[in-house]
T-cell receptor, first 115, second 111 residues
Framework: DTGVSQDPRHKITKRGQNVTFRCDPI?????LYWYRQTLGQGPEFLTY????????KSRLLSDRFSAERPKGSFSTLEIQRTEQGDSAMYLC?????????????FGEGSRLTVL | SQQGEEDPQALSIQEGENATMNCSYK?????LQWYRQNSGRGLVHLIL?????REKHSGRLRVTLDTSKKSSSLLITASRAADTASYFC???????????FGTGTQLKVEL
């Protein structure tokens, strides 16, 4: 068990470009969450998967954002036509579906800078 | 949206002193959790307190929960420089089991 891993850790892009982030959760965790965190703020919920099913999406997730978890393992978060306001840390977290203590296990995050 | 607000926003203390952070939230909860985040890193879970519990301890951490006031506090005793980090409370309201985070307290422990 190597924990939750995210890639890339840092991404600098120009406005209008598309970016994709990948998250590999802890292997036995079937719940996966994406959060966004801007400087000086707490993480804000974006979306949540149970296995491959996307069960909830925040209103923060505009139509430029799409997340997938095709085989119920890793997940991707794509942002199309990036805007400067998309600059943030994108955090992935996972937890077991049944049992466990309710805590989330976070990755180190993917920091996006849109120029 | 942020469920909780934390107070103070920033706290600076000397090593060995105790640090107290407070969290207020708005809706009924299943449990409340505290997380720590070092600068530029991910969040690490510290402690969870269920809605039917009033106090919980873990090492140098003590958490209290007052559901009538919709508030919680985190006490770190005998602080160390390595405790310097941001601390967030997070509430689990049961819907999808997602957590809703507060705005955080930035703690600095000076030698």
């Amino acid at each position: 068990d190597t924990g939750v891993s995210q890639d890339p850790r840092h991404k600098i892009t120009k406005r209008g470009q598309n970016v994709t982030f990948r998250c590999d959760p802890i292997s036995e965790h079937n719940r996966l969450y994406w959060y966004r965190q801007t400087l000086g703020q707490g993480p804000e919920f974006l979306t949540y998967f149970q296995n491959e099913a996307q069960l909830e999406k925040s209103r923060l997730l505009s139509d430029r954002f799409s997340a997938e978890r095709p085989k119920g393992s890793f997940s991707t978060l794509e942002i199309q036509r990036t805007e400067q306001g998309d600059s943030a840390m994108y955090l992935c977290a996972s937890r077991p579906g049944q049992g466990g203590t309710g805590e989330l296990f976070f990755g180190e995050g993917s920091r996006l800078t849109v120029l | 949206s942020q469920q909780g607000e934390e107070d103070p926003q920033a706290l600076s203390i000397q090593e060995g002193e105790n640090a107290t952070m407070n969290c207020s939230y708005k809706t009924s909860i299943n449990n409340l959790q505290w997380y720590r985040q070092n600068s530029g890193r991910g969040l690490v879970h510290l402690i969870l307190i269920r809605s039917n519990e009033r106090e919980k301890h873990s090492g140098r951490l003590r958490v209290t929960l007052d559901t009538s006031k919709k508030s919680s506090s985190l006490l770190i005793t005998a602080s160390r420089a390595a405790d310097t980090a941001s601390y967030f409370c997070a509430t689990d309201t049961g819907g999808g089991n997602k957590l809703t985070f507060g705005t955080g307290t930035q703690l600095k422990v000076e030698l």
